[in-house]
């Protein structure tokens, strides 16, 4: 496979501050990768470096088989880029601004009408920028980044200003960039809508890549226990305790509900003795844990070293 981003050993100092250091990492066509980590983790300067507006300061970079500072027009068209904060002309409208953008993207004749049509802004088209709502501008944001269809698609927080049926949009957009082949690497802090929408997940603190690989793969090796949540019939909370014996770690949820962690190793006996004739309880949820609580285990264990 033809790796389209390609990062060895990047570091990136300002003076004293490393924004980013020693990061290694590969993405292939077709990949949706969340980059996530803390206010001034780095994110952003390591978008900056895949676009070439920074350099590194050690370690070598590739984005499409080519030094994205080397300045070559061809690569950098096929790049698509969204802003933390998008930030447009207030007099244009947006027509005239995607029109502006696909020209010096070289898009496709007329492709400014279909993106608006996407991003559900064909009725706000020709109203000035100035107007726009800020999920609007940022919808607007993401049209530009799709221009001329890239074959990389850098997003920096591009959920923020959406609300939630615009959100579930714009992972269906994300769904559609990767059927055609984009690598698509989005930063995010919103990091319990990212489930189900990502193939893997670089979680950064303080400049480090502290984790790296699908949500799956990390909740393996963080061996987070899952919650049992269990729901008695009415006020059955203390049979069901007095069942499952005193050393159940129990939570009351409220007088119907209760609730227990259950590592990897003990869900299974736990749920075969709940399988059992007479078991006190109407029904049950097994939560996995959330990539928030994953996340908090990465960065308490780099923490901790
Ligand atoms: P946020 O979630 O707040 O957007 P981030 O993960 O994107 O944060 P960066 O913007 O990459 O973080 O910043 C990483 C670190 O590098 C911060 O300490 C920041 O202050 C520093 N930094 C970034 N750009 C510069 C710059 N041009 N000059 C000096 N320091 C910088």
């Known amino acids: 496979m033809t790796l389209t981003l390609e990062l060895n050993a990047v570091t990136r100092s ?24 803390h206010n001034g983790a780095g994110k952003t300067t390591l978008m900056k470096l895949m676009l070439g507006l ?12 080519q030094d994205p500072a080397a300045g070559d027009a061809a690569v950098r ?23 502006f953008y696909a020209r010096l993207k070289r898009g496709r004749p007329g492709e400014e009408g279909a993106l608006l049509e996407r991003l559900g802004l064909t009725h706000a ?24 269809t890239p074959a990389v698609l850098l997003l920096d927080e591009p959920t923020t200003g959406l609300d939630p049926e615009l959100r579930q949009q714009f992972y269906v957009i994300v769904r559609e960039m990767r059927a055609a082949g984009a690598t698509v690497l989005l930063s995010s802090h919103a990091l319990n809508e990212l489930e189900g929408h990502i193939d893997r997940v670089v979680i950064l603190n303080r400049g480090h890549k502290i984790a790296d690989g699908s949500l799956d793969a990390l909740r393996h090796i963080a061996r987070l226990p899952a919650r049992l949540r269990l729901r008695t019939a009415q006020g059955g909370a203390q049979d069901l305790r007095a069942w499952m014996g005193e050393t159940a770690r129990f939570r009351h949820v409220n007088g119907d509900i209760v609730e227990f962690d259950a590592t990897p190793g003990d869900k ?20 996995p844990p959330g990539f928030d609580e994953l996340y908090a285990h990465f960065l308490g264990e780099e923490a901790s070293r």
């Open 125 to 148: 088209a020709d109203r000035r920028i100035g107007t726009y709502s800020k999920g609007m501008r940022q919808r607007l944001g993401l049209a530009q980044a799709m221009i001329g």
């Open 268 to 287: 299974a006996a736990f749920l075969r003795r709940l399988a059992t004739a007479g078991a006190p309880f109407e029904d049950i949820d097994i939560v």
């Open 14 to 37: 300002y003076g004293r501050i490393k924004a980013v250091d020693g990061i290694s990492f590969s993405a292939g066509p077709g990949e949706v990768i969340a980059l996530v980590g």
């Open 77 to 99: 068209r096929r790049l698509g880029y969204l802003p933390e904060t998008v930030s447009f002309h207030p007099a244009l409208t947006g027509r005239e601004t995607l029109r």
């Open 54 to 65: 920074a350099r590194p300061s050690a370690g070598s970079i590739a984005v499409l088989g």
